[in-house]
C-alpha cells in the first residue's frame, strides 16, 4: 500500500467531518469522484458533505444518491471542518464559492491527475499518469479493503468513462480495462450507464450543435477548428452549462483537426475558453496556462476577460502560430 494512500487514511480516520469539494462546472469524474468518496467515507461512520460551486447537473441524476453532491451553502452558513478534500481540481481558485463556505478546515487533502496541479493541501496526492481521478478513488478505497458497493461501483465507472471519454483517449491503460471489468463485476451495468452518459441528451443540446457548426470556424489548413458560444445563443436555447460539456467533441473528430476550441461567453463578462489536441506535438495544457488556466496536455481550459470577438482572436493567433512551428 502507498504510503501516501496511508497518510490519507490516518487523516480520514482521525476526522469526524469532512468536506469533499470539487471543481466549477463539474463534469463526470468530479462528480463520480466525489460521490464515490462520500459513499465510501459515510460508510465509515464519517459525517460528510459533497460541494461544488454549480451542485449536481442534471445529466447525473441517474446515479443513485447522488443528490447528495450539491451547491454549498451561502457564506453566512459557513461551517468548521476536520477535514476538507478536494478531488480533480487543478488550482485551489477551481474550487469558487465552495471555499466561502468553509469557515476552516484542520487539514486540507488535494487529489488529483493535473500535472499542473501545485499541490495547494497540506497533503496532495497527484498523480498524473491516472487517467481519471475516479482511478485514484478507487485505488485508494481498494487499499483500504473499502466496500465496493453498486452505488460506489457505478459512481467510479463514470468518473473513469467520461474522463477517457469513453475509454478511447491516450491516457486509457490496461489498468483502466482492468477496473473497469473488477466494476462491472461489481454489478455496474456498463451499457445502462453508456446510454444516461451518452444517449440521453435534451433536444436543446443538438438544436444548439447545429447552429455552432454552421458557424464553426476553421484555421490553419483545417488543423485548428473552433466554435463560439454568445450570451445571446445560450439564453435562446436556454442552455446549462452541463449542455455545453462535449459539444467540442463534434469538431475534434475532424480528420485535419489538431486542435479543436470552444470559446463561450460568461456571465461574469470573461470567456471560457475549452480546448483539446489530438497531437502530442501540441500540449494545450500550456498553450492555456498562458491565458490564466491550465489542464491536461490534450484537454485544457482558461477563462480570459475581454469580449469574445477579442479572445477568440488572441487565442486563434496563438494557437496558429503555435501549430506552424510545431507540425
Ligand atoms: P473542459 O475543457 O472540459 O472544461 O476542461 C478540460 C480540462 O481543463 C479539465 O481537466 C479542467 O480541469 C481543465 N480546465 C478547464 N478550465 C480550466 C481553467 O479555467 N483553469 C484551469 N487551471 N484548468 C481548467
Ligand atoms: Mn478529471
Same mark, same amino acid.
Given at each position: 500500500?502507498?504510503?501516501?494512500?496511508?497518510?490519507?487514511?490516518?487523516?480520514?480516520?482521525?476526522?469526524?467531518?469532512?468536506?469533499?469539494?470539487?471543481?466549477?462546472?463539474?463534469?463526470?469524474?468530479?462528480? &463520480?469522484s466525489?460521490?464515490?468518496?462520500?459513499?465510501?467515507?459515510?460508510?465509515?461512520?464519517?459525517?460528510?458533505?459533497?460541494?461544488?460551486e454549480?451542485?449536481?447537473?442534471?445529466? /447525473?441524476?441517474?446515479?443513485?444518491?447522488? *443528490?447528495?453532491v450539491?451547491?454549498?451553502?451561502?457564506?453566512?452558513?459557513?461551517?468548521? /471542518? @476536520?477535514?476538507?478534500?478536494?478531488?480533480?481540481?487543478?488550482?485551489?481558485?477551481?474550487?469558487?464559492?465552495?471555499?466561502?463556505?468553509?469557515r476552516?478546515?484542520?487539514?486540507?487533502?488535494?487529489?488529483?491527475?493535473?500535472?499542473?496541479?501545485?499541490?495547494?493541501?497540506?497533503?496532495?496526492?497527484?498523480?498524473?499518469?491516472?487517467?481519471? #481521478?475516479?482511478?485514484?478513488?478507487?485505488?485508494?478505497?481498494?487499499?483500504?479493503?473499502?466496500?465496493?458497493?453498486?452505488?460506489?461501483?457505478?459512481?467510479?465507472?463514470?468518473?473513469?468513462?467520461?474522463d477517457?471519454?469513453?475509454?478511447?483517449?491516450?491516457?486509457?491503460r490496461?489498468?483502466? /480495462?482492468?477496473i473497469?471489468?473488477?466494476?462491472?463485476?461489481?454489478?455496474?451495468?456498463a451499457?445502462?450507464?453508456?446510454?444516461?452518459?451518452?444517449?440521453?441528451?435534451?433536444?436543446?443540446?443538438?438544436?444548439?450543435? &447545429? *447552429?455552432?457548426?454552421?458557424?464553426?470556424?476553421f484555421?490553419? *489548413?483545417?488543423?485548428?477548428?473552433?466554435?463560439?458560444? #454568445?450570451?445571446?445563443?445560450?439564453d435562446?436555447?436556454?442552455?446549462?452549462?452541463? @449542455?455545453?460539456?462535449?459539444?467540442?467533441?463534434?469538431?475534434?473528430?475532424? @480528420?485535419?483537426?489538431?486542435?479543436?476550441?470552444?470559446?463561450?461567453?460568461?456571465?461574469?463578462?470573461?470567456?471560457?475558453?475549452?480546448?483539446?489536441?489530438?497531437?502530442d506535438?501540441? @500540449?494545450?495544457?500550456?498553450?492555456?496556462?498562458? /491565458?490564466?488556466?491550465?489542464?491536461?496536455?490534450?484537454?485544457?481550459?482558461?477563462?480570459?476577460? &475581454?469580449?469574445?470577438?477579442?479572445?477568440?482572436?488572441?487565442?486563434?493567433?496563438?494557437?496558429?502560430?503555435?501549430?506552424?512551428?510545431?507540425?
Open positions: 500500500m502507498s504510503s501516501a494512500f496511508q497518510s490519507i487514511a490516518e487523516a480520514i480516520h482521525a476526522a469526524e467531518t469532512i468536506a469533499i469539494l470539487s471543481h466549477m462546472r463539474p463534469d463526470g469524474d468530479a462528480i &463520480g466525489q460521490l464515490a468518496l462520500m459513499l465510501s467515507l459515510r460508510q465509515l461512520g464519517k459525517q460528510v458533505v459533497a460541494w461544488n454549480n451542485g449536481l447537473p442534471d445529466s /447525473f441524476r441517474f446515479l443513485r444518491y447522488s *443528490e447528495l450539491t451547491m454549498p451553502p451561502p457564506p453566512a452558513e459557513a461551517r468548521i /471542518f @476536520d477535514l476538507a478534500i478536494a478531488l480533480d481540481t487543478a488550482t485551489r481558485q477551481r474550487l469558487g464559492t465552495t471555499l466561502n463556505a468553509i476552516s478546515a484542520g487539514y486540507w487533502i488535494n487529489i488529483d491527475h493535473h500535472a499542473s496541479n501545485p499541490g495547494y493541501g497540506d497533503l496532495n496526492y497527484i498523480d498524473s499518469s491516472a487517467p481519471a #481521478t475516479g482511478q485514484i478513488i478507487y485505488e485508494f478505497l481498494q487499499s483500504q479493503a473499502l466496500p465496493l458497493t453498486q452505488e460506489t461501483a457505478d459512481a467510479l465507472y463514470v468518473a473513469i468513462s467520461t477517457t471519454g469513453s475509454f478511447r483517449y491516450p491516457n486509457t490496461a489498468r483502466t /480495462f482492468e473497469a471489468a473488477h466494476l462491472i463485476s461489481a454489478g455496474v451495468n451499457g445502462e450507464l453508456a446510454r444516461h452518459l451518452y444517449d440521453s441528451y435534451p433536444k436543446r443540446r443538438i438544436l444548439l450543435l &447545429g *447552429e455552432l457548426l454552421r458557424n464553426a470556424r484555421d490553419a *489548413e483545417d488543423r485548428v477548428a473552433s466554435l463560439s458560444l #454568445t450570451r445571446e445563443t445560450k435562446r436555447y436556454q442552455v446549462k452549462p452541463e @449542455d455545453i460539456d462535449g459539444l467540442i467533441d463534434s469538431i475534434r473528430a475532424v @480528420d485535419t483537426v489538431a486542435v479543436a476550441i470552444f470559446f463561450e461567453e460568461l456571465k461574469d463578462g470573461r470567456i471560457r475558453i475549452s480546448m483539446r489536441s489530438k497531437d506535438r501540441i @500540449d494545450v495544457s500550456r498553450l492555456c496556462a498562458e /491565458f490564466g488556466g491550465g489542464g491536461h496536455a490534450l484537454a485544457a481550459g482558461a477563462r480570459a476577460r &475581454g469580449s469574445l470577438g477579442e479572445v477568440s482572436a488572441r487565442v486563434l493567433e496563438r494557437v496558429i502560430n503555435e501549430i506552424g512551428r510545431s507540425i
